[in-house]
Structure formats: C-alpha cells, structure tokens
C-alpha cells in the first residue's frame, strides 16, 4: 500500500467524525476553518463523505450508540488514512473514564495516528498537531 | 502523409486542445475559484499547484468499488464524461482558431456532449448502489430537465441569427457582422445562457446534486482514489469548456484573443454568484429555470425570429 509521504500530506481531504463530543472540539475545528486560521492555504479542506477523506478527525468520549459507527466509517475510508484523536476525551476520556457509557478511548478502537489534547485544544494545537505529523513524514516514502 | 493526418488527431486530442489543455486549464482555473473564493471570505486561500496536489494525491489512493454495485458502470462513467469533454473543448477551440474546417452540425454534437455529462454523472451514481448517490442522481436528472429548455432556446438565437448550424459559419458571420450578444435578443439569450452554465457546471447556488453539508457529495459519495480525480478534473474542465462554449457562440470577434478576455469576466461572474448565494432547493430551481429563465428566453428567440 501507498505509505503517507511527501504527497500526501501537501493535500489532506479531512473528514469530521463527532463521536458524541460536548460540541467544544467541533467549534475548534471549525475555527481552524474560518478566516484567522485558514488551513486551505495549508491545503486541506473538509469533504462530506468518509470515501474521499485522508485524515478521520475524531472527537469526543466513543460512547456505546457510536463506537460501531466510527469502526465502520474508518473502514469505509479509502486507504491510506491518518486518524487523528482531538481533545482530552477521544485521547484518554478524562472524567468520563470507566463510566458506564463509554467504550474506551479511541485507540482502543481504531489505530490513531495523531493525539491532539486539549479541552479543547486551541486551534493552534490543532495547526501544530498536524504541521508536526507533516513534517515527521516529510521523507517517509 | 496520412502518419502526419493520424499524429495531427493525436495531437488534437491528447495536447491541444485536447486532454493535456484542458486538464493543465481546468486546474489553473480552479485555483482562481479557489483563490478568489478565499479573498471574498477574507481568507488566504491555497497555492497555485494545490489543484495538482490534489489530483496528484488522489490518483496515489485506493479505488474503492462499492459492493452490489455494477462494476462497470461505476467505472466508466467519469471517463466517459471526461471524453465527451475532451470533444467539445476540440470542436470549440479548433474551430474557433480554424472556422474553415467546421463540419454542419457541430453545434448540435457540441450541445449532445454537454448532456452527455450528467448523464454519467447519474449512470455512475446509480451503479454505486448508495441512497444519498441516488437522491443525487434524481435531482441531477431534474436539474437537467430544468436549465436544458432554456439552453437550447438560447442556443437557438445565434443559429437563427446566422442561420447555420455549424460553428465555423456562426463564428464567421460574427467576425464579419459583430458579436452577436450586441443584438437585443443576444444579449438576452447570453444573459440568460450564463445562469444555464452555472447550473450546468454544478456550482452555487446549482449545486444541490453534490450538496456536501447536506448529501456529502451527492453523486459522488461512493467514489473514491482515481476515480474521483477523474470526476474533479471533468469539474475543473467544466468551468474552462462551458463558458467559451458560449462565449464563442455570442462574442466572437475580430479580435481573436478577446475571448480570454470575455472569458474572465465571465469567470468574476460565475464566482461572485457562487459566492453570494445560497444553495436551491430542487423545486426553487426547476420554477426558475421553467419561467423566468424559459420566458426570458423564448422572448430572446422571438426577437431574434423578428430580426431584433
């Protein structure tokens, strides 16, 4: 399979999954969007079907309603994909760890590529998260 | 002497302008709808190969083929479609720089190939087995039946006024007489012909087949690596063959590089629209299409039967 190199991480279709988040990481995530941040320049834009997304970006605590929903979304995407963890639940779950709901967090459930935590993380983090993933591949293929 | 004949097809199809022109323009033009996007939104906006890199990368990917789908129809409609634009963008350009060696009826082959396209469009959503795929593909085929009516009255002004149907003689008669948008009922039907375009190519506030927000993607959902590279750059294209199409059949004129010129004007018009309005329901738009536009454009045909 085609590893993530140089290629692809000049051109990351990024695909929101909200695993019943609080809704404070998806404003974050929008917020990189919009005008102050505008990760388009960076190259990356929100799709609206996992099929053409490169990067699975998951938030929130897996509850039970949709930890078989982000399985298979993650294997409806097209390969190779980076998964990445944003904000302190989907990272390790904090204050809802062994509750009675929840499923783990996410990696105990798909490979994750990248933890951003935070709660929430600054936009920032987010940008940060990601330039450093990009540059760790910088060389990969 | 028939080699150099079969190279000069070649070339014609595979360079210019051909494959290579209008896939190197489509991206090209897709960074300046981008880009100016982005300004319009006070943003930065991406760089001028990130088209590239997109393709680039999604031809690196994996093809997914849906499961209970039909195989073949899901993979041959983008070609399809990018073929029929390959066409056009021949007949339009080659005659546009050559009106000599029009053949009559190239208008009408011109006109089939733009249908062409949403009907691959709906063929490869349909076989992809996928119901936000198929709610796309109906409102692809009602948008269809929406702006064609008005199109082809439009198109039908300049064939009355030079009364041809080939686009050699059409683009000659404009270089002798003027454009033919100068005339009342040109400029009607061109007006007219520019929001036929935009739903053609898809875009706001005509893009309720793809509708991300709301259908993610619509008819193309289930499409995925190569393919959808192949489905981006028939949209890329779209946005260089569609306008001169038009731009060709209304404003030739002796000054042959002033298409270009039309051409981006034309562009600035297609993105602000984009940019100030919001998506159409399927029915807002069918009413649309169905009486100011066919009104608009029937009235354009009578002057132009009338000789105004």
Known sequence: MQSIDNKFTKSLFVFHAACSPCNNCDIEILDCIAPKYDIERLGMQLVGSPRHADVLLVTGAVNKKVVHRIKMIYEQTAKPCVVVAVGSCACSEIIFRESYNTCGPLDKIIPVDIYIPGCPPRPEAIIAGLAKYIKSRKNAG | ?308
Request: proline share 5%.
């Open chain 2, 1 to 308: 002497m028939e080699k150099i004949e079969l190279l000069s097809y070649f070339f014609d199809y595979l360079v210019f302008p051909g494959l290579l022109f209008v896939v190197a323009s489509g991206m090209l033009v897709s960074w300046i709808d981008r880009k100016i996007t982005a300004r319009l939104q006070w943003r930065v906006g991406p760089g001028l190969l990130q088209p590239y890199y997109d393709i680039r990368k999604l031809f690196l990917k994996e093809v997914i083929i849906p499961e209970g789908g039909n195989k073949w129809s899901f993979i041959i409609a983008p070609m399809c479609a990018l073929i029929s634009i390959v066409i056009i963008s021949n007949i339009v350009l080659k005659y546009y720089i050559d009106p000599s060696g029009s053949f009559v009826g190239d208008i009408i082959v011109v006109i089939y190939m733009f249908a062409a396209i949403p009907v691959a469009s709906i063929i490869g959503a349909s076989a992809s087995k996928n119901p936000y795929a198929s709610l796309g593909a109906s409102r692809e085929m009602k948008s269809m039946l929406a702006y064609e009516l008005p199109f082809l009255m439009c198109i039908m002004v300049p064939v009355i006024k030079t009364g041809s149907i080939s686009m050699g003689a059409i683009i000659q008669h404009q270089l002798q007489n003027g454009p033919i948008f100068m005339s009342l009922s040109g400029l009607t039907a061109f007006i007219t012909s520019i929001f036929c375009i935009q739903a053609k190519m898809g875009i706001v506030p005509f893009d309720y087949s793809e509708a991300e927000t709301e259908i993610c993607g619509g008819v193309l959902v289930e499409y995925s690596g190569a393919l959808l590279a192949i489905w981006k750059l028939v949209k890329m294209s779209l946005l260089v063959v569609a306008p001169l199409f038009i731009i060709v059949l209304f404003a030739s004129t002796g000054f042959r590089a002033g298409i270009f010129a039309v051409y981006f004007v034309l562009l600035l018009i297609v993105i602000i629209l984009k940019n100030t309005n919001p998506r159409l329901r399927i029915d807002q738009a069918l009413r649309g299409f169905w009486t100011y536009a066919a009104v608009a454009s029937l009235t354009a045909l009578v002057l132009a039967v009338t000789g105004y």
